[in-house]
C-alpha cells in the first residue's frame, strides 16, 4: 500500500522520545481530577437517571408524551414477563429489564438505581445535584485545555490522520488488539482521538443541553431549546441515547485498559507516571 508507513524505529533512536521501559509523566493533574470526578458524577447521574426512567420507562418523540402517546420505546412487564419494544420490534427481557420471574412496575432492578427502592423525588435530587458537577466540572476542563494547549496538542486530528488508508490501518490494529509500545503508545492514535472529541464535544454537551430542555423552569428563559431539540419529549429521548452512548464508550474503554495492561494504565490516571511499553523484539538470526 502506498501510505503504508515504514516501521517505527526504536524509541532510544529517536531524539527527544522515552525508550521502552521508561517511567514517564503522561496525565496531567487536571485531567487526572476531572477523570475520577466524572467516575462518581456519571455513575450517580446514570444509576438516579434509570430510577427516573422508572417513573415512566417509555420514550417519544415530539412535545408531549403520556401513556395514551405512542411511545417509539418501552420497558414493561407483561404478566410476569419482561419486554423490550423498540418500534415493532419486541424483544423478551425477563431476568433483566421489566421483569423478574413476577410482575413488576419497575424497568430496571433497584441495584441498577439510586435510590434502590422506589423514589422519584429522591432520584431527581440526585440527579440534579450532579448535573451541575458535570456541566462546571466539563466547562472548567474544556477551558484549561484550551489554555495549556491539551486539545491542539494531544487531540487534533491532522489531515494525515483522517486518511482511510490512516483509519483502516488503525481500525486493523485495534481488532488485532496489537497495541503501540514505545514513544507512539504516549500519543492518542486517530481512534481513541475521534471516542474522545465525541465524548467531550458530542455525548457530553449533549446531555447538558436536552437535561436543559426537560426542565420546565428553563424553558421561559431558554425557549429556543425547545425548537432546537423538537419539543421536551425529543429531548427526552435524545437524553436517553447520549446516556447509552456514554455507557457504550465506558465499556469499550474500561476493555481497551484491561487489555493493555490494567496497573500501567490506572497508574498513569492515578498518579501521571507510564512506564512506556517495550518495543517488541527482532527475532534472531537462524
Not at 484549561?144 to 494525515?160: F, P, V, Y
Request: glycine share 10%; net charge positive; hydrophobic share 50%.
Amino acid at each position: 500500500m502506498a501510505d503504508e508507513q515504514a516501521p517505527m524505529p526504536a524509541a532510544s533512536a529517536l531524539a527527544g522520545e522515552p525508550a521502552g521501559g521508561t517511567l514517564v509523566r503522561r496525565h496531567r493533574l487536571s485531567t487526572r481530577l476531572w477523570h475520577w470526578v466524572n467516575v462518581v458524577t456519571v455513575a450517580v447521574m446514570l444509576m438516579s437517571g434509570l430510577m427516573i426512567f422508572n417513573a415512566h420507562p417509555r420514550l417519544y418523540w415530539g412535545e408531549f408524551g403520556a401513556n395514551p402517546d405512542h411511545a417509539w420505546l418501552e420497558i414493561a412487564s407483561h404478566q410476569g414477563a419482561g419486554e423490550l419494544r423498540i418500534g415493532a420490534l419486541k424483544l423478551a427481557t425477563t431476568g433483566l429489564f421489566g421483569g423478574q420471574g413476577a410482575a413488576q412496575a419497575r424497568a430496571f432492578p433497584g441495584w441498577m438505581t439510586i435510590p434502590s427502592t422506589y423514589s422519584l423525588a429522591d432520584a431527581r435530587l440526585w440527579h440534579l445535584a450532579f448535573a451541575w458537577v458535570l456541566a462546571f466540572g466539563l466547562l472548567g476542563y474544556l477551558l484549561w485545555s484550551l489554555a495549556n494547549g491539551h486539545i491542539r496538542r494531544d487531540l487534533h486530528i491532522t489531515r494525515k490522520e483522517w486518511r482511510l488508508a490512516h483509519l483502516w490501518r488503525d481500525v486493523k490494529a485495534h481488532a488485532a488488539l496489537r497495541f503501540p509500545t514505545g514513544a507512539a503508545a504516549l500519543r492518542y492514535n486517530v481512534l481513541q482521538k475521534l471516542a474522545y472529541c465525541g465524548v467531550l464535544f458530542g455525548l457530553l454537551p449533549l446531555l447538558i443541553l436536552t437535561g436543559l430542555t426537560m426542565s420546565p423552569a428553563l424553558n421561559a428563559g431558554l425557549p429556543f431549546l425547545l425548537e432546537l431539540f423538537g419539543g421536551r419529549q425529543s429531548a427526552r429521548s435524545l437524553h436517553f441515547i447520549a446516556a447509552l452512548g456514554l455507557v457504550v464508550f465506558f465499556l469499550v474503554h474500561i476493555a481497551m485498559v484491561v487489555l493493555a495492561g490494567p496497573f500501567n494504565e490506572v497508574r498513569s490516571m492515578i498518579t501521571g507516571r507510564f512506564r512506556v511499553p517495550p518495543e517488541p523484539k527482532e527475532p534472531a538470526d537462524a
